[in-house]
């Protein structure tokens, strides 16, 4: 009977010190952490009074927004494209080479010294071409394009994985971001008059007399030897 009673009040004690234990705060926590009842947030807001009010909205944090220079350089008809490095943020993709503007300086000189530190290649800044804005998850990117035009020498790989000379109708088979897409199909609704760098198709000269084009006369066939 005495051991019976004995186990009984040590349940009870372990009973009422679990119970302390559920009520217990720890440190730096508050009742919500320390209970374990998963109604333990509405009863207390019950118990306040505030279940009606909606839930406190955390301000977020705004997005850096950074402004990048990038360049359609051509050389004989051909667009120059540069591979991502695997260690940077989309790694692997090609893009129209180029990088961020530093502060001070214009979008012109930015393209310049972004081709001449990534590939190495001194070029010349045409004209606007498209400005695109593409939003990722911790990051805005405005993208300001410009057509350029290359120098002789050959391409370096000083920051890039890889470069290549494609012609304008093979940019689509190179996966590419997504900023870099809205690029391709602006550069793909321009006339391709307006393109630099481009050479005009040969057309044959007009005959002055007639008005109309010129054609080769027929030659003769040469005889064969019997």
């Not at 990534?118 to 606007?128: A, K, M, Q």
Request: charged share 30%.
């Amino acid at each position: 009977m005495t051991g019976t009673r004995r186990w009984a009040g040590m349940t009870r004690r372990s009973n009422v010190q679990q119970r302390r234990k559920r009520t217990e705060l720890p440190r730096g926590g508050s009742l919500a952490t320390a209970s374990r009842r998963p109604d333990a947030p509405r009863a207390r807001s019950r118990r306040h009074g505030i279940q009606g009010r909606p839930p406190v909205k955390r301000k977020r944090k705004p997005v850096p927004h950074i402004e990048v220079g990038a360049g359609i350089v051509w050389r004989r008809g051909r667009i120059l494209l540069c591979k991502r490095r695997q260690d940077a943020m989309l790694g692997g993709l090609w893009e129209f080479p180029g990088g961020k503007r530093r502060p001070g300086e214009n979008l012109q000189q930015c393209i310049r010294r972004e081709l001449r530190e990534e590939c190495g290649l001194p070029v010349t800044v045409g004209e606007h071409l498209v400005d695109v804005t593409h939003t990722y998850s911790h990051l805005k990117v405005t993208l300001r394009c410009y057509h350029c035009r290359a120098a002789s020498g050959r391409v370096r790989l000083l920051g890039c994985d890889g470069a290549r000379w494609v012609r304008p109708a093979e940019v689509a088979d190179y996966p590419l971001p997504p900023a870099d897409v809205r690029i391709l199909e602006a550069l793909s609704s321009t006339t391709p008059g307006r393109a630099p760098c481009r050479r005009p198709p040969r057309t044959a000269a007009p005959d002055s007399a007639a008005g109309k084009t010129a054609r080769r006369p027929k030659r003769k066939p040469i005889p064969t030897l019997r």
